[in-house]
């Protein structure tokens, strides 16, 4: 589409200052089972979103197909759109920021590799895990995924931005039985190139997982000291990053509304979100408001410092956007979102935190996120599973049983964090972290 023709056309019409946004993804998945392809898709997708002001009100259309033809019916949307609305948006179009940086990052050499190269690692996953341990009965799947994501942001004010965003991952899952009881377990690695993955190192995690699990019992009703593993802990924080959402803030969803600068969380936890990390999967060097990113301590050793901002939200309460404005695909609302979110890891390794533990649980998985998980209150009850820990040491594994308490109380209640921070495929991860104390429900 012309976007200048777009925004002389939607000016003539009364449409000023008018914002183009176009998102197209291109995704390719190879799945691999049996030894053999079980599936192969490559999907694309995308469209544009225009919004513009029309008699003082911001007025909306998205596009799939964006031809020429279709800018009289865009600029006949927008117009509908805005005289439909009864409440003033706080939303503005951005003329842009003063600079913007550039993201660090390897190139995505998966991208561009032969398929059959990729095929043969998924391939040499999946066989070397079927016979990696006689208790495995099945590799349930095997699977790479290529992602490839292009955004353009353009207005009547000058604006003019462009990215491409790539990024491949690569996951297996394994079932394991044992004295009639079943369980799985999965792994993933986020990819850039195929000599990213050591196989071998890959299959022993995913198998020592499955198999630690089986046999597993419960322990007793009590207060235990527990390691909220990393896989849980980004888990639970991701489920929270509505606590620093500017907008939920102000309208006094959040439990930390005004507590700016106050003492939230034991000093020993720092949290960034940070859109510059160096590969990360939420890197950007703008928001898809066009506001310049930049990397931000929202937590500084327990003390609240900043929430989290798009452009409504921050003339809410009379500060500036964070560069947090994104949406859900092409045709989604602008909303808060955090980009690489993470608590900031200690030097303290994984072995070191069951050593200060002592006697206690290592809990690494969660279930019932979305139903045990009250994100306004912060309580939660939750299904678990994860380790006995005696002396230091791993002796047995457990589960059925439930974990509850109080997330902004016990994040006050922190004993040590490791140093084992690792990527999730969400924005937000964490390293293992230890608590003083935690409710187990169990037999």
């Known amino acids: 589409m012309n976007f200048t023709k777009l925004m002389e056309q939607a000016k003539l019409a009364g449409?000023?200052?008018?914002?183009?946004?176009?998102?197209?993804?291109?995704?390719?998945?190879?799945?691999?089972?049996?030894?053999?392809?079980?599936?192969?898709?490559?999907?694309?997708?995308?469209?544009?979103?225009?919004?513009?002001?029309?008699?003082?009100?911001?007025?909306?259309?998205?596009?799939?197909?964006?031809?020429?033809?279709?800018?009289?019916?865009?600029?006949?949307?927008?117009?509908?759109?805005?005289?439909?609305?009864?409440?003033?948006?706080?939303?503005?179009?951005?003329?842009?920021?003063?600079?913007?940086?550039?993201?660090?990052?390897?190139?995505?050499?998966?991208?561009?590799?032969?398929?059959?190269?990729?095929?043969?690692?998924?391939?040499?996953?999946?066989?070397?895990?079927?016979?990696?341990?006689?208790?495995?009965?099945?590799?349930?799947?095997?699977?790479?995924?290529?992602?490839?994501?292009?955004?353009?942001?353009?207005?009547?004010?000058?604006?003019?931005?462009?990215?491409?965003?790539?990024?491949?991952?690569?996951?297996?899952?394994?079932?394991?039985?044992?004295?009639?009881?079943?369980?799985?377990?999965?792994?993933?690695?986020?990819?850039?190139?195929?000599?990213?993955?050591?196989?071998?190192?890959?299959?022993?995690?995913?198998?020592?997982?499955?198999?630690?699990?089986?046999?597993?019992?419960?322990?007793?009703?009590?207060?235990?000291?527990?390691?909220?593993?990393?896989?849980?802990?980004?888990?639970?924080?991701?489920?929270?990053?509505?606590?620093?959402?500017?907008?939920?803030?102000?309208?006094?969803?959040?439990?930390?509304?005004?507590?700016?600068?106050?003492?939230i969380f034991d000093e020993k936890i720092t949290i960034l979100d940070d859109p510059l990390k160096k590969n990360g999967l939420n890197s950007t060097p703008f928001d898809d408001e066009g506001v310049a990113s930049f990397t931000k301590t929202v937590v500084d050793h327990g003390v609240l410092k900043m929430f989290l901002h798009n452009q409504k939200s921050a003339a809410m309460m009379d500060t500036v956007s964070t560069g947090n404005g994104f949406k859900a695909g092409y045709a989604g609302q602008i909303s808060i979102s955090p980009t690489n979110f993470f608590i900031v890891p200690s030097e303290t390794s994984f072995d070191e935190l069951c050593s200060i533990m002592g006697d206690g649980l290592i809990i690494d998985e969660l279930n019932g996120l979305h139903a045990g998980l009250n994100d306004i209150t912060t309580d939660f009850s939750l299904q678990a599973a994860g380790y006995v820990v005696e002396n230091g040491k791993i002796v047995r594994p457990v589960n059925l049983i439930t974990v509850a308490g109080n997330f902004l109380e016990m994040m006050q209640e922190v004993e040590a964090v490791g140093n084992d921070l690792e990527d999730q495929l969400s924005s937000a991860s964490a390293p293992s972290v230890l608590f003083k104390a935690l409710s187990i429900s169990g037999e």
Not at 166 to 187: I, Q, R, V
Not at 195 to 202: H, I, K, P, Q, R
Not at 222 to 233: D, E, F, P, R, W
Not at 246 to 251: F, M, P
Request: hydrophobic content about 35%.
């Open 15 to 263: 449409i000023d200052p008018i914002e183009i946004y176009e998102h197209t993804s291109e995704q390719e998945t190879i799945k691999v089972f049996a030894q053999k392809v079980d599936a192969l898709t490559i999907a694309q997708s995308g469209g544009i979103a225009a919004r513009g002001i029309y008699k003082g009100k911001m007025g909306y259309c998205f596009m799939e197909e964006d031809s020429d033809e279709n800018i009289p019916l865009m600029i006949k949307m927008i117009k509908e759109n805005a005289e439909a609305v009864e409440v003033e948006d706080a939303s503005k179009i951005f003329a842009g920021s003063k600079c913007y940086p550039t993201i660090e990052s390897d190139p995505n050499q998966l991208r561009d590799t032969e398929m059959n190269h990729k095929i043969a690692l998924l391939k040499e996953v999946e066989g070397k895990l079927a016979v990696s341990d006689p208790r495995i009965v099945q590799v349930m799947t095997s699977v790479m995924q290529s992602v490839n994501v292009r955004t353009g942001i353009h207005n009547s004010l000058g604006l003019n931005l462009n990215k491409n965003e790539s990024y491949s991952f690569l996951y297996s899952m394994a079932l394991a039985h044992e004295n009639g009881d079943n369980k799985s377990g999965m792994d993933f690695k986020v990819m850039r190139s195929l000599n990213d993955l050591n196989v071998d190192e890959f299959v022993e995690k995913i198998r020592n997982e499955v198999t630690g699990k089986l046999n597993a019992k419960q322990v007793k009703t009590g207060q235990y000291k527990v390691i909220l593993k990393n896989s849980a802990m980004s888990d639970l924080l991701g489920a929270l990053t509505g606590l620093f959402n500017g907008e939920l803030v102000h309208k006094g969803i959040s439990k930390l509304s005004g507590k700016l600068e106050s003492q």
